[in-house]
């Protein structure tokens, strides 16, 4: 059975987003997905692709790679029976449910799943 099934979004920290917002969307000249700026979050689109760059100015932010997978639930227990040590439970976002990760170098991978919208 595989899990992972696509990439969801990769999540950059900044320290200002009004700043990191400008450099993504004037110099890079990337078009915004979403902008949530209220909850310290916006989305950059690349091309034609679901994934997104997120910023995020939210304290304790980290770089962090996010998978989409059908079911946050299942996948947890599953990872969770490999070894894995999850940072919380899975938890609610807008479109389903998120649960983090990192990995044994300390990278900060995430589950998504869109359950909300199905």
């Known amino acids: 059975m595989e899990l992972i ?3 969801d979004n990769f999540f950059l920290p900044v ?6 917002k400008n450099f993504y969307k004037q110099t890079l000249g990337l078009e915004t997905k979403f902008d949530f700026s209220d909850k310290g979050m916006t989305a950059f689109k690349i091309g034609q ?3 997104a760059i997120i910023l995020s100015s939210m304290q ?10 059908d079911s946050v639930i299942d996948a947890y227990h599953a990872l969770a029976q490999k070894g894995v ?9 807008m ?4 649960v983090e ?4 170098c300390g ?9 909300k919208t199905k």
Do not use: C, M, Q
């Open 107 to 115: 990278n900060r991978l995430g589950l998504t799943d869109y359950s």
């Open 15 to 20: 320290a200002d987003l009004e700043t990191a």
């Open 95 to 98: 479109t389903g449910l998120a």
């Open 49 to 51: 692709n679901e994934p």
């Open 60 to 69: 304790h932010a980290k770089p962090a790679i996010w998978f989409k997978v």
């Open 85 to 93: 040590v999850f940072l919380s439970e899975p938890f609610e976002i």
């Open 5 to 7: 099934v696509d990439y």
């Open 101 to 104: 990760f990192n990995d044994p």
